[in-house]
């Protein structure tokens, strides 16, 4: 996903009301910017760390800007744009990247399905049948682990209910991780965190749920998967 313009360098010196982040920019300016992630946003930043964001280029808009990359306290890089997931996974797949997920004829967006009124992120048909395929983005690191997710996550537990039943259809369902975290390189379920989440993960791969997890690269100019990582459980 080539960035245009590319983001701007600026220091993360706090975010709160969890979609608001004060940036401090080059020329000493400080702004207030959009985070746009519901999430803990645990381990992701630290005070007075280098990050990165975008410009909307709409002066209409009351925060024009958007926090996309910050530092954790261990020096590594987080994408914490959770609306970039799936545009990620989408490219990658249509690149030839996801090698799991190629053969399919057709991909489609926000199809809705299910018994719980949701909406899977991309569906995939083919001469094979369909794949169903929820994105979830990771960017909580303890050491070299991702775990998903960082708070506790109703939505996420439904979302494995869905697949879980797809599965039990005969249908292809996969958990997709976008692991937007340059240390991480192993995924697991965050069960400290959210045991249901992990309980409900372990049930829909007993059930035939797969588990995908790729990890991104990220600079001002591009953040693009890569490179496959192992899920441990």
């Not at 929820?134 to 537990?157: I, W």
Request: hydrophobic share 40%; charged share 25%; glycine share 8%.
């Amino acid at each position: 996903m080539k960035l245009s313009p590319p983001l701007t360098r600026g220091l993360l010196l706090r975010r709160y009301k969890r979609f608001l982040a004060d940036i401090e920019l080059e020329s000493g300016e400080i702004i207030t910017i959009h985070c746009p992630n519901t999430g803990s946003m645990k381990n992701c930043w630290a005070e007075n760390s280098p990050c990165w964001f975008s410009d909307s280029g709409n002066p209409k808009r009351k925060y024009r800007h958007t926090l996309e990359i910050t530092t954790t306290p261990e020096g590594a890089l987080a994408g914490v744009n959770t609306g970039r997931s799936n545009a990620l996974v989408e490219e990658a797949i249509r690149d030839g990247i996801i090698a799991e997920l190629q053969g399919y004829d057709t991909l489609r967006r926000e199809v809705k399905y299910g018994e719980e009124n949701s909406r899977i992120d991309l569906l995939l048909s083919g001469p094979a049948g369909d794949c169903y395929v929820e994105v979830k983005n990771v960017t909580l690191a303890e050491g070299a682990r991702g775990l998903f997710p960082d708070a506790v996550s109703a939505r996420g537990a439904k979302h494995l209910r869905e697949l879980q039943k797809l599965a039990q259809s005969g249908v292809r369902a996969v958990l997709f991780y976008c692991v937007q975290h340059s240390q991480i390189e192993t995924v697991e379920a965050a069960a400290d965190i959210d045991p249901a989440y992990a309980a409900a993960l372990a049930e829909a791969r007993a059930a035939g749920v797969e588990v995908i997890a790729y990890r991104a690269e990220m600079n001002a100019d591009e953040i693009r998967l890569v490179e496959p990582v192992p899920y441990i459980g």
